[in-house]
């Protein structure tokens, strides 16, 4: 698996250890200055965030992420909102990383989410989620190879 560099993604970030995590804040959480308040819920929730970078991703870069959900009725809609404003990408890393990174994000419609989590405290609806995480790991190496060159993530 490549990064955007070319460099072996599976060299820099042993994620079967410590599952390496994708998380981007969105551009609802960015437009609120929400980001260190989200980063101090990861932080507490035993994650470290290992690599960060703030960007506005292009269109082509939100249809290359979203790709998978392409047929979806709400693709137009996801493209749109995640290119409205400037998101907040990185990567995270920790012992349970899958679990830990589920359960601080709550679940996807801020009105299932658990009380505490970063959803239930701060999204404003389903679209508008404030934040999105890596469901497997093989997504996320794919989608950390988007954003990161190997240089980039140094533990
Ligand atoms: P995320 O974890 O970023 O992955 C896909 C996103 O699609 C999801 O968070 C939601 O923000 C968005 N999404 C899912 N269902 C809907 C929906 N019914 N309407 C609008 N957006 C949705």
């Given at each position: 698996m490549p990064f955007a560099d070319g460099a072996d993604i599976s060299a820099a970030i042993p994620l079967s250890d410590l599952q390496g995590r994708n998380h981007i804040i969105k551009p609802d959480a960015t437009a609120r200055n929400l980001t260190g308040a989200i980063n101090a819920l990861i932080e507490k929730a035993?994650?470290?965030?290992v690599a960060q970078k703030r960007i506005r991703m292009t269109r082509e870069q939100a249809e290359t992420f979203y790709a998978v959900h392409?047929?979806?009725?709400?693709f137009r809609e996801l493209v749109e909102f995640m290119i409205s404003g400037p998101v907040v990408v990185q990567v995270l890393e920790g012992e349970n990383a899958v679990l830990k990174h589920r359960e601080v994000m709550g679940a996807t419609d801020p009105s299932k989410a658990a009380d505490g989590t970063i959803r239930k405290l701060h999204a404003k609806s389903i679209g508008e989620n404030s934040v999105h995480g890596s469901d497997a790991a093989e997504t996320a190496a794919i989608e950390i190879a988007q954003f990161f060159s190997g240089n980039e993530i140094v533990g």
């Open positions: 035993g994650l470290r965030i392409k047929e979806r009725s709400f």
